[in-house]
């Protein structure tokens, strides 16, 4: 029904690959987030990297601010296996000791990174490896050539100017973020930047706020720059566990028809007919879905009035009654139980509804 509608025809991009993941040139849209974890802790960063990646992270970034940084950089890519990004600020030789540490890509800040020759000294290195570099630039740390313009237009100004030197320089693998906490300077700049040029644009608020309130702003830009087409590669950023990052991207692209490798659950608001505590029952489906990767729709329903009728859209479904709960499955009623054993039958019936679907789709 809403194809050719939304979202709409992607731009076309260069295809720049991280490691494995392909970023851009059609390539689906890519999720990545940021450790909170010491970089030198090599254990919680670790451990904190294969809990991202079990979510559903396709692309981890961690801060490298010293030597020691980057030395324990190496060692967590190594225990990995994982294609990890290095965050790197002020310093070329903190880029080339990740670089020979194993980033898969650096991200490098043209605001806070200076000199002519050292660019182009990492650019060949990176060439050379076949490492691609991220141009991050961010509203508030904006090099002092830029002031007097627009914010939309510096940031855009700023990003391509960099992007020149390291084409200049032999490096063609080039992923341009341009980030603002404000909703409305970042979609003009992404707009304006997607016009300009054909890089892959990782797309992004910076300081976005926290779990509740940044996914919404994050939802506000990036919904508005997807559905036009625009982004190759997505980040939440929030005052918020990590994983959190992920399971917003996801579900935004889930929402946009970007991604469909992520379960769709969706629940009724309760009104006085609801017999159930669908909040809760919704947020347990969620967390014993949240690693499953397949375009499944899930629909909790409070009540089965409406419930049975609702949930004939999804593949499984509840509807919740004071002593009788129905359990659906591709739309028809599936079985009715007492509702104290609604969740181990739904259960039941989600792992091996999962495990059919997997073994149909290893035999198409």
């Known amino acids: 029904m809403t194809d050719g ?41 670790v451990m904190q990297a294969k809990r991202l990646a079990d979510a559903g992270a396709d692309l981890i970034r961690l801060a490298v601010p010293d030597e020691a940084s980057a030395e324990a950089f ?57 490492v691609p570099v991220r141009v991050g630039v961010n509203g508030g740390s904006l090099s002092s050539e830029y002031a007097g313009m627009k914010e939309e237009d510096a940031l855009v100004a700023s990003a391509l100017d960099c ?101 769709d659950v969706v629940s009724c608001p309760t009104c006085a007919r609801t017999e159930i505590d669908v909040a809760a029952l919704a947020e347990a489906v969620e967390r014993a879905t949240a690693n499953i990767r397949l375009p499944l729709k899930i629909a909790v329903m409070g009540c089965p009035l409406n419930g049975i009728g609702e949930g004939k859209h999804a593949d499984l479904g509840v509807a919740g009654g004071k002593e009788k ?9 599936f079985e009715t139980v007492p509702s104290e054993l609604l969740m181990p039958h739904f259960m039941a019936l989600l792992d091996e509804y999962v495990a059919n679907y997997s073994r149909k789709s290893q035999n198409v």
Request: net charge positive; proline share 3%; charged share 25%.
């Open 163 to 263: 992007a020149e030197k390291f084409e200049r320089a032999g490096l063609k693998d080039i992923v341009i973020a341009l980030k603002h906490s404000d909703v409305r300077v970042l979609v003009a700049a992404n707009r304006a930047l997607a016009a300009a040029c054909d890089y892959p644009l990782h797309l992004g608020l910076t300081e976005a706020g926290t779990a509740k309130s940044g996914a919404l702003k994050s939802a506000a830009a990036l919904g508005v720059l997807l559905g036009e087409g625009i982004g190759d590669t997505v980040r939440i950023s929030l005052s918020a566990p990590p994983e959190e990052e992920v399971y917003a991207a996801r579900r935004l692209l889930c929402s946009l028809g970007l991604r469909s490798d992520t379960v």
């Open 74 to 130: 190496g060692v967590i890519a190594a225990r990995t296996g994982l294609p990890l990004i290095a965050d790197i600020h002020y310093s070329y030789r903190l880029a080339r000791l990740a670089l020979d540490a194993g980033a898969a890509k650096i991200r490098m800040n043209p605001g806070n990174m200076h000199g002519e020759e050292e660019l182009r000294d990492l650019a060949l290195r990176m060439a050379d490896r076949g």
């Open 5 to 45: 509608v939304f979202p709409a025809k992607r731009r076309i991009s260069r295809k720049v690959f991280v490691g494995g993941v392909a970023i851009g040139g059609g390539a689906p849209v890519s999720v990545q987030s940021m450790l909170n974890t010491k970089t030198t802790d090599v254990e919680a960063s």
């Open 325 to 333: 709960s129905v359990i659906m499955k591709d739309g028809e009623i």
